[in-house]
């Protein structure tokens, strides 16, 4: 697992808006695409600053119905933290 440090902290607290308004962290990535599944790679940057344990945290994915666009869905991804 990543250590975070005084910078990662401070950015930290510039996304979530802590002492003033958030500023959300955005960056486009490729999908990946294989035989059988999908894939999105998580910025290293990104995934420093919320410390991802990748033994034991995993990702919960979901279908939303598009208010906009009738019988569309958006997909939406939550980080879990395992135990």
Known sequence: MAEIDKNSIEEL??????????????????????????SVRIPKRFSEIVAIDENK????????????????FLLEGYLVRGE
């Not at 945290?57 to 569309?72: A, I, Q, R």
């Open 57 to 72: 945290d995993t990702f919960e994915w979901h279908l939303v119905p598009d208010e906009n666009n009738k019988g569309k």
């Open 13 to 38: 607290k510039k996304t979530v808006g802590f002492d003033e308004v958030g500023e959300h962290r955005t960056k486009d990535v490729k999908i990946i695409k294989d035989k059988k599944q999908h």
